[in-house]
């Protein structure tokens, strides 16, 4: 049984959550919670950098960061499912991922910013930094949404991610400007049950 070191809120162990139940992996992995702000001993010797999601293998190897696990889980699942092969299609989709996973760095920028700074220390022009590249990603976006494949592939998964963690700690603004965006996360939520299911209560 492999071990996923995690935090329900995390959308980066949603886009793993995700990912394993579209393959039909879910079963073989145990979720065990894992503190980042205080991390214990165990969780530093599996990821020295204390961060999540980090997968332990069955003899122990762990495996980090999200990009790393879905391609592992892939892999697993026999190749070719969520990171397709095909060169063309493979690259538009790891793409796709690094554009999103862009979109989650810079909005968990702005809330670590609110998180862990005095109110009179917040520098708002490193917030408005953040907050335009998640405004610019979205432009993009917006202007020509992805196809959601059967099975989504790990640039979709990690796009509806991203507007899943928008909606959940940026009070779901970006959805005033970015309708075609608010239809693309409405039609993978009904085609990927996982989406609901790994909604952060």
């Known amino acids: 049984m492999m071990i996923l070191r995690h935090s329900p809120a995390s959308p980066f162990v949603r886009k793993v959550k995700i990912a394993a139940d579209v393959l039909g992996l879910g079963s073989q992995i145990e979720l065990r919670d894992a503190d980042t702000v205080v991390p214990e001993a165990g969780f530093l010797e599996q990821n020295a950098l204390g961060k999540i999601p980090t997968l332990v293998l069955d003899d122990g190897t762990t495996l980090f960061d999200s990009p790393v696990i879905v391609e592992y889980l892939d892999h697993l699942a026999g190749g070719g499912r969520i990171v397709p092969a095909e060169p063309k299609a493979r690259f538009a989709a790891l793409r796709l991922q690094a554009l999103c996973d862009g979109i989650l760095d810079a909005a968990l920028l702005i809330v670590y910013e609110g998180r862990f700074r005095q109110p009179e220390m917040k520098v708002q022009a490193w917030i408005d ?69 790994t909604r952060p209560a």
Request: proline letters at 9%; glycine letters at 8%.
């Open 129 to 197: 930094r953040q907050l335009g590249k998640i405004d610019r990603a979205l432009a993009v976006l917006e202007a020509s949404p992805p196809a959601i494949g059967n099975p989504p592939d790990v640039g979709q998964i990690t796009l509806a991610c991203a507007l899943g963690y928008l909606d959940l700690r940026l009070e779901g603004r970006w959805r005033k400007d970015h309708p075609k965006l608010v239809a693309w996360v409405d039609r993978f939520a009904a085609q990927v049950p996982a989406f609901a299911k």
